[in-house]
């Protein structure tokens, strides 16, 4: 039983983590009709706007500190942060660790922009292109990011970590009833998990409860007649697509501590949420979310010892193989509208 | 002039095709070895090579894509499965090819047929995605359980206990075609210019014109009409009561058997085969090849995919000296920042180059460089007929 709930709990933050990237995709593809393959470079973008920030608070001078010395008796040389001297050695301290979840607040409008910029200046043209076309545009656009990044922070991984009151693992099991240290679970994992949970809960509070969200899912079950109303939707749209590079930025922020970004975490995030969007629906919001959600925890499932020994190599799998038995028993997706994209 | 039940336009087409890819070692290397151009010669083996294989795959990925428009992003599957056919026939027979390249066609027929019965119940993006997640099952696989077979992580290679049973006393000890030695090459020196004739790039550039003749003929047959209609209207024909699945599944093999050649010949020309090769990046370079070159067009693929392999050639190899030394002509200051600016497009960041050029091809000219060569040469026809439309209708191509 414990070995379930662990594996559960495994399954939540990967999961979160594919539910907000597919969150973005379907939303585009629902609202603009478009098949986004940079979505999973705004991702990686908002990982790496994290890894810029700690490095601009970590951005420091050197000063002679008269109370130490080195093993020669000289005066020390003592690296200072800048934010130690603006604002005192207890705040700096804390602004550099706690730079991840700052580093939020930088994110949301760097990732609007970014969306917009994308949205207006390429995607837009794409709207009438075939989806192949749309497919292959987005490609090459995500190489590029890829390619930008990479070379302003080069190849290797970058540790970037979670503020140190977040470091330890949290004694699950003995909430629950089962003997101390069974279930130990991250607490940041707990925290990105809880984090997504109010990231999806604030844009699905979006559409449902305000006017604006009214107009565009209104635009996405009839585009044309909205905009017989006398309604702006391409405005709205966009705006979306700025909200769903928004949402995969901060996704990206937050799985920083959990996975330290390289340049192609995009790339390899990007192949797996598409699966989850297919399998929750193109265009399925909730679809998205539970899809993300179930195939989190079926891979950590998959990789639990006893299910290996039983099929090898399922882990490597799973997620690929329900992908393709969802696609051709029910094309539209677990959620997925009838007669959408169900050729 | 007819041949080979080819008309005579295409004969003459076929014959420039197989004049230019045996005279390959000697067009490209048109600056002498002591030049400072010498950088941009590519008349060398392993690059010639590269050029044969890659426009091998090319050719095959456009019978599917060209031609019915089913946009596969999990073709480096076939590569894979091809290499390491191959290499299991070193390991079990010998370093003959001829074995291996069979079963390498072979085993990715096989793969094909079963991916593509699947994957081509569904079309549009549901084709791309099913199909890459073939190509990321096998990768994955090739990586973790089938170790065995695959030898993971490092990449399946002969070692000196394998059983090699038609090793004779004399047989070559690398791969070799009954007895032709792949990596072994005549030079010949002409005043400051060297050629290379490589055995293994003839034999692969040999395979590249048999194969494309192949495709020359389906292009032109009525199964390479039939996929032609299958990517203009498939709907209209489903209508019309043809079963459009026998084609695109045809195809769909067809192109799978090219990709695993193409695959066995990389590991004829160098006796290895890694996982790495079946990821889904390497099937995103096929469709860029084809793409940049001109989807649908015969000549596309091989021009792309000559193109791609050239660029990522040379421009990865262009350093900070050499670039010193172009603008060095130039003020200090201009020259820094050149220098600066050119960092972004070569040396490591070869790819930013190839995704920017990629975006534009796609963006401006749908149909490729085939068809950037049709608008100037049509631009310049009309120029020379004397209509004024002509400058008219040039300007936006030009503009874009």
Known sequence: MDAIILQILNGLDKGSAYALIALGLTLIFGTLGVVNFAHGALFMIGAFVAVTLQRILSLSYEQIDPEKTDFLGNPLKVQVPYVDSWFGADVGAWLIDWSVPIAIVMAIPVMLLVGFIMERGLIKHFYKRPHADQ?????????????????????????????????????????????????????????????????????????????????????????????????????????????????????????????????HMGMDFLVLSFVVVVVGGMGSLPGAVAAGFLLGILQSFASMNEIKSLIPGIDQVIIYLVAIIILLTRPRGLMGRAGVMEE | MKMLGLSKKDTTFLLIVIALTLLTPILLQPFPASSTLAQFNAGYPDLMQRFAIFGIFAIGFNILFGLTGYLSFGHAAFLGVGSYSVVWMYKLLGYNVVPGLILAIIVSALFALLIGFVSLRRSGIYFSILTLAFAQMCYNLAYSVLTPLTNGETGLQVYTNDAQVLMGENSPTSPHFFGI??????????????????????????????????????????????????????????????????????????????????????????????????QWTASGEVVLMVILGGAGTLMGPILGAGFIKYFENIFSKINDQVLHGWFAFLPDGLENFLIGVSHFFVGKSWHLTLGLLFMLVVIFLPGGLVEGGQRIANAFRKRKSGGDDAETEAQPSAAE
Do not use: H
Not at chain 1, 154 to 181: H, R, Y
């Open chain 2, 181 to 278: 030695v792949m990596n072994e090459s005549a030079t010949w020196n002409v005043g400051g210019w060297q050629f290379v004739f490589n055995n293994g790039y003839y034999f692969t550039a040999i395979i590249a014109i048999l194969v494309f003749y192949l495709s020359l003929r389906i292009f032109r047959s009525p199964f390479g009409l039939m996929l032609r209609a299958i990517k203009t209207n498939q709907t209209r024909l489903n209508y019309t009561g043809i079963n459009t699945r026998p084609y695109t599944l045809a195809a769909f093999v067809i192109s799978g058997m090219y990709a695993g050649l193409a695959g066995g010949l990389m590991a004829s020309m160098d006796p290895l085969a890694g996982a790495e090769r079946m």
């Open chain 1, 135 to 263: 497919i292959l545009v987005t490609f090459g656009l995500a190489i590029v990011l890829q390619e930008l990044v990479k070379y302003f922070f080069g190849a290797n991984p970058i540790q970037t970590g979670a503020p140190d009151a977040f470091a330890g693992s949290m004694d699950f099991g003995s909430l629950l009833g089962f003997p101390p240290n069974s279930i130990m679970y991250p607490y940041w994992r707990l925290v990105y998990f809880l984090f997504a949970a109010i990231v999806i809960g604030g844009v699905f509070a979006f559409l449902q409860f305000t006017t604006f969200g009214m107009v565009v899912r209104a635009g996405m079950a009839d585009r044309e007649t909205v905009g017989l109303l006398g309604i702006n939707i391409d405005k709205r749209f966009t705006l979306m697509f700025g909200l769903a590079a928004a949402v995969a930025g901060v996704a990206g922020v937050m799985y920083t501590p959990i996975l330290a970004p390289n340049y």
